[in-house]
T-cell receptor, first 114, second 113 residues
Framework: KNQVEQSPQSLIILEGKNCTLQ??????????LRWYKQDTGRGPVSLTI?????NTKSNGRYTATLDADTKQSSLHITASQLSDSASYIC?????????????FGKGTTLSVSS | DAGITQSPRHKVTETGTPVTLRCHQT?????MYWYRQDPGHGLRLIHY???????DKGEVSDGYSVSRSKTEDFLLTLESATSSQTSVYFC????????????FGPGTRLTVL
């Protein structure tokens, strides 16, 4: 069964600190992996996308990594800011002859405090 | 927000009544989606459309129907709302395929009493 598991479920850090969010997946056949940021009361916004051959992708202070062998991805946030407080959702795409499936993780809720 | 609006933004209704949510885009994207988001479940796909009058079911389609008569509009209908359909509903669009980046609307909070 295709699944995406994210950890931790929630996280609290001090402003200025770094943090890493994890995404483990059992999705086949793998097409790509995206990280979305969802601010409270708003729709998700795409941060990064990685295909099978990509190991690292950066978007400002956000850096995503992908290990296709172990089926793990991480999202590293550097020098956190209060505006980073949000839910971060990992989404894995699978494409085969039957069609396309997007498998969503349940998200990690990050709270950045001053 | 990439040219996507949802209406209404908030709605309270009673069990058994019909409800229609509207998604409107100005991006001329081919694909449109309806998701629901509930605590502990994350985002779940209800229905999606890959063109005018072309729709398909997602993982939680029971109790919902959709219609797309124009490229820019995608309607989600709850024929007879139930309390289990209390949720936040998000519309999303993508340009060419389901694996393309999806752009989400602001959401509609629906409460069924």
């Amino acid at each position: 069964k295709n699944q995406v598991e994210q950890s931790p479920q929630s996280l609290i850090i001090l402003e200025g600190k770094n943090c890493t969010l994890q995404c483990n997946y059992t999705v086949s056949p793998f097409s790509n992996l995206r990280w979305y940021k969802q601010d409270t009361g708003r729709g998700p916004v795409s941060l990064t996308i990685m295909t099978f051959s990509e190991n690292t992708k950066s978007n400002g202070r956000y850096t995503a990594t992908l290990d296709a062998d172990t089926k793990q991805s991480s999202l590293h946030i550097t020098a956190s800011q209060l505006s980073d407080s949000a839910s971060y959702i990992c989404v894995v795409s699978a494409v085969n002859q039957a069609g396309t499936a997007l498998i969503f993780g349940k998200g990690t809720t990050l709270s950045v405090s001053s | 927000d990439a040219g996507i609006t949802q209406s209404p933004r908030h709605k309270v209704t009673e069990t058994g009544t019909p409800v229609t949510l509207r998604c409107h885009q100005t991006e001329n994207h081919r694909y449109m989606y309806w998701y629901r988001q509930d605590p502990g479940h994350g985002l779940r796909l209800i229905h999606y459309s890959y063109g005018v009058k072309d729709t398909d079911k997602g993982e939680v389609s029971d109790g919902y129907s959709v219609s797309r008569s124009k490229t820019e509009d995608f309607l989600l209908t709850l024929e007879s709302a139930t309390s289990s359909q209390t949720s936040v509903y998000f519309c999303a669009i993508s340009e060419g395929s389901q694996t393309d980046t999806q752009y989400f609307g602001p959401g509609t909070r629906l409460t069924v009493l």
